[in-house]
């Protein structure tokens, strides 16, 4: 009967020393703190749609794979969402807020950028991807709001996208649908 009880003793202390660490899982996150959070494995979590057989919506929370370096096991705070002026419905990861004035005057405002270190790592990332360095985009908004994030990629040296040289190449006309039958 004692040689039981040691192995069922460590059994039940593992059990507990694994419940004890609170190891931060994406898909065991509700949906209302999984974005702007990260998990123990420091990769960021982010919220995505599915479409269930019955086409109805549902939001997931799923582990992405873009690394955060210096940080894991981390949930945003509510102060920081609001500072920054970020959404927890956002679905993904997207630089297209840094395209919206009124969303970086509040990611370079004090209150986010000298407090919110995970959020303004995460668009610091998103704004080099793009080509813009972040504080300059920030001291930009700070000098001059209505210059764009646009114009920064611009003058930053960055490719713009493959243009067509043809005057209205923009506009494709689609093929007729076939007849239904």
């Known amino acids: 009967m ?3 009880k040691f192995p069922l003793f460590l059994f039940l202390s593992s059990l507990f020393l694994h419940a004890s660490l609170a ?7 509700p949906n209302d703190v999984c974005a702007f959070s990260i998990a ?6 982010l919220l995505e749609t599915a479409v269930e057989k019955d086409a109805n919506v ?12 210096r940080m894991a096991e981390y949930i945003e705070t509510d102060e920081c969402v609001r500072a ?9 990861i997207s630089s297209d807020s840094l395209l919206e ?5 509040k990611l370079c405002a004090p209150a986010c950028y000298q ?13 080099a991807g793009e080509g813009v360095f972040l504080p300059d ?14 114009e920064l990629i611009l003058s930053s040296g960055a490719a713009p996208g493959p243009v067509s040289s043809e005057p209205g190449s923009l506009v494709v006309e689609a093929p007729a649908p076939p007849p239904l039958g």
């Open 40 to 45: 123990s494995s420091g990769k960021r979590c």
């Open 84 to 92: 920054c002026g970020v959404d927890r419905n956002s679905i993904g």
């Open 137 to 150: 985009l920030c001291d930009a908004q700070r000098t001059n709001p209505r210059r764009t994030m646009v």
């Open 101 to 105: 004035p009124q969303f970086t005057a």
């Open 58 to 69: 549902e939001y997931q929370c799923r582990t992405s794979e873009v690394v955060v370096e």
């Open 23 to 29: 190891e931060i899982v994406c898909e065991d996150l």
């Open 115 to 127: 407090k919110c270190p995970n959020i303004v790592d995460l668009y610091f990332n998103l704004a």
């Open 2 to 4: 004692a040689s039981f």
